[in-house]
Structure formats: C-alpha cells, structure tokens
C-alpha cells in the first residue's frame, strides 16, 4: 500500500511517498523525500514511521501531515500486535481511548509532533487513567 503525505517544514506542498511491505515477520515501510529512499523494518508499522520519522525527517526539520506524527495519537498493544500497527487511538487526557485512525490518514485535528513529544503525550495520557 502506498501514502503520499503533506510535510510540514517543507516546501510548498511538498509530500512523501511512504510505502507498506510485509517482509517475513517484519514491517517493513519504505519512505521516499527529496528523491532518496529510506527503510525500516520493525515489528509494527507505527514502529516503522517512528524509526523514520527520528533518523530522516527530524532532522531535515519535516513532520509529516498525519495522524501516526500526531501529538495526541497512540497505538494500543492489540492494534500493534493484531493490525500491524496500522490503526492507533485518538487520546484524550484521563479518558479511555476509544476512537481509531489510520496512521497514515489525515484529519482537521492532526497535531504535527516529533516524536519525543508524542511519546511523552502518550506517558501523561496513560498516566493520567490512574490505573
């Protein structure tokens, strides 16, 4: 499966061309910016977009425009471990996530982040169910 995504930092409209492949046990995602190719092969794709997101597009200052690069966007362990990590939560501080999204979707309340801060949101979140 192939996703053309909006980068935020870009020029322009610029996008990227994030391409999905199961390779054995592994998720392999492909990401194409600027004319070069990137891998990662993970155990779920958000792992995936994770990896690629801190080693390419982090530090060329791109974010890319969808809900996998989202503040307050999360995968459960079921989502990760029975879909491939294809779908996460939206979260809401102190309230159960119900609502999934495609990490490659997009949507009015995307909240472009890096990833260090959308893995700290994710902490609080889980933090602040108090279970």
């Known amino acids: 499966m192939e996703h053309?995504?909006?980068?935020?930092?870009?020029?322009?409209?610029?996008?990227?061309?994030?391409?999905?492949?199961?390779v054995g046990d592994n998720c392999r995602l492909i990401c194409?910016?600027?004319?070069?190719?990137?891998?990662?092969?993970?155990?779920?794709?958000?792992?995936?977009?994770?990896?690629?997101?801190?080693?390419?597009?982090?530090?060329?200052?791109l974010v890319p425009f969808c809900y996998g690069a989202s503040l307050k966007v999360w995968p459960?362990?079921?989502?990760?471990?029975?879909?491939?990590g294809l779908k996460a939560y939206k979260l809401e501080m102190g309230v159960q996530a119900k609502q999934l999204v495609g990490i490659f979707e997009e949507g009015p309340d995307v909240i472009p982040s890096s990833v260090a801060a959308q893995e700290e949101f994710a902490r609080e979140w889980f933090d602040s169910l108090g279970k």
């Not at 053309?4 to 199961?22: K, P, R």
């Not at 459960?76 to 491939?84: K, Q, T």
């Open 4 to 22: 053309s995504i909006f980068l935020i930092g870009g020029e322009g409209d610029e996008q990227a061309l994030f391409v999905e492949e199961e």
């Open 32 to 61: 194409t910016v600027r004319g070069e190719g990137y891998r990662a092969d993970e155990q779920d794709f958000f792992s995936a977009l994770q990896a690629i997101r801190k080693r390419v597009l982090e530090p060329k200052g």
């Open 76 to 84: 459960s362990a079921m989502s990760r471990d029975m879909g491939g």
